[in-house]
């Protein structure tokens, strides 16, 4: 069968191409060697008309319409929420498999939310869309998945690390300009947050709800316990975000049904696709955002028994949030599609 | 009686005065008129000879030696653990108070371990050695010990953000001139610390012990079980260093005896000694380090009832660690001395 040896390439777009995870999503497309037919890229008014290299090749940045799929076989949102409600539903309808990484429907029941070392068969009889977790969500069920099929956890508290490349393009900068400011004795006006954050910490991701979590900390909560399948994971997060420009970090504790020794964790674990086992605390060899930036995988480490509960567990978990967090969970999800030939 | 309106005062040691700690309690004295009849600077080789300006008057820093607490009634120590452990029971023995900010004698059982708004009372028959917690731990308790009357704490689980001020100067210099570098597009070498703090977060403070937590940790839990006299207290804790120079922020779960609406807890809080409670989110009104810097009290924020647990409770606690995690609250240890007439 000759006809199975020459391999398909997809009409391939990326929606909100020159946000950060959108040219995450073209250096990740690149360095894959994706295979694609030709490659669309959209952004919102303010950088069309724009230019970005994709595998040695100019390519026009372009204006959003209804009609922008038409050629498309395969499309990666990367343009927040708004955009997603807009275009992600007509995109599908004609004919486009839609990855979106927006927000706007990863809890919709019909649509799965697929982190493919976790859930890729959830996506079987996908009906055009398929939503791609938050960053934070995406390392902690990476991590928690392996542990969790082995000895069912039952409640996972969860303090978070984010770094400002979560926010988009202005709050890198900003945290840039306001560090100088600080550095130099200057003083700093606020724009993308609503405190300093440059030398600080702020208890907010995305806004409040009435129970006084945020929406970024119910998103962890429900995202995970739909990709994990169990509906009564007890889960409480606090997400802070803290002066960092790529590297998502969390303090996850779990309380399992039955114990498990340290040792058996960093076992399983190393053993489990996506994840990286850094855990040598005597030479200090541990996961940290600094080192983990341009890595595909999630790193765990400092992975010990919980001092407060007999069946449980503390570790730290760290990940580049535009690349495993987002971009790269994107295309390791087109490529399952692929894989699968669900697509 | 006459005498009683005459006011004692008090010939006051500062020993480690000219680090961030030792600086910090100058200020403290100075701006609380503290009852001082002469002031003794003493620091390490490094500084001796130095001069510091203390209530207008500049004196000199000296060399520490066996004799220099003989005209001593009272010493503040903040020069180290090998300082305290040398000095300090000299210094008791040859008849001054010490206010001992180390961690040597934190744990000895026969002396007190005092944050002054929680358990005062613990120094009625000090032998002259009163140790001052570890900077995160007297946030928590100071937070914790008002709702663990009310309503037993069974467990806490906490997550730390620690400043770079609490190691001293030199990492306060080593996160500017990181953070400096960084911006610069330079490459940084770490020398205070195993990896880069600027723009990074380091999951390890104090040494690591067999069981994968660390001393500072262990600290933390050990020394809230001592002030809150409950070693069944179950506590897990996470330790973080973050690239904030001043002001520690902990995120902190805590599983009561019994259910607490948040607004209960936040009744409780505002009614206790030295807390403040900032808990607006609709107008992200919530504690965080930069704010803090210069402030006496503790600031909670984020209360909220915990998702994952009917009796729990999370909330979001921050205050300045050179002063109510160290410097304030020696201070505090000795004016209360003074008005409980234990000095």
Redesign the interface.
């Known amino acids: 069968m000759l006809g199975s040896l020459v391999l398909r390439k997809y009409h391939t777009a990326i929606v909100g191409a020159t946000g950060l995870v959108g040219q995450e999503l073209v250096r990740i497309l690149e360095q894959r060697s994706f295979p694609m037919a030709s490659i669309h890229l959209f952004a919102s008014d303010r950088t069309v008309g724009s230019k970005m290299w994709v595998n040695h090749r100019e390519i026009d940045v372009r204006e959003l319409t209804a009609n922008s799929f038409d050629p498309v076989d395969l499309a990666i949102f990367a343009g927040g929420d708004d955009i997603s409600r807009s275009f992600a539903p007509t995109a599908a309808k004609r004919g486009a498999v839609v990855i979106d990484s927006s927000a706007a429907f990863r809890m919709n029941p019909r649509i799965p939310l697929i982190v493919p070392e976790v859930n890729a068969e959830d996506m079987e009889n996908h009906r055009g869309l398929i939503a791609n977790p938050n960053c934070s969500t995406i390392q902690m069920v990476v991590t928690l998945a392996p542990l969790h099929k082995n000895n069912p956890i039952k ?3 969860v ?1 978070s ?1 984010q770094a400002v490349s979560g926010t988009g393009k202005a709050a890198v900068d900003e ?2 300009s306001q ?2 400011a600080v ?1 130099e004795g200057k003083s700093t006006i606020p724009h993308v947050y ?3 954050i440059a ?6 991701i995305d806004v ?1 709800m009435d ?4 929406r970024e900390e119910w998103k962890l ?1 429900n995202e995970a316990r739909k990709i994990l399948r169990d509906n009564n994971l ?5 997400c ?1 975000r ?4 790529t ?1 998502n ?1 969390m ?1 996850v ?1 779990v309380e399992l049904t039955n114990p498990m020794f ?1 040792e058996e964790a960093r076992n399983i674990l190393a053993n489990s696709p996506g994840v990286r086992v850094l855990d040598n ?2 030479i ?1 060899h ?1 996961p ?4 983990v930036v341009g890595s595909d995988e999630v790193f765990v ?9 007999s069946n ?1 567990l ?1 570790m ?1 978990v ?1 990940a580049d949030n535009l690349r495993k967090g987002a971009a790269l969970n994107a295309v390791q999800i087109a490529e399952e599609l692929i894989a699968r030939g669900w697509i």
Not at 211 to 214: C, R
Not at 288 to 291: E, I, K, Q, S
């Open positions: 409640r996972i508290i303090d690390y945290l840039n560090s100088k550095l609503h405190h300093q030398f600080n910490m702020l208890p907010e409040f129970d006084g979590y945020t909560t007890k889960i409480s997060a606090t802070i803290v002066p960092v420009v590297g970090s303090s504790h340290p605390p005597s200090s541990y940290h955002p600094w080192a480490g400092r992975i010990r028994q919980d001092a407060s509960y449980g503390a730290w760290v």
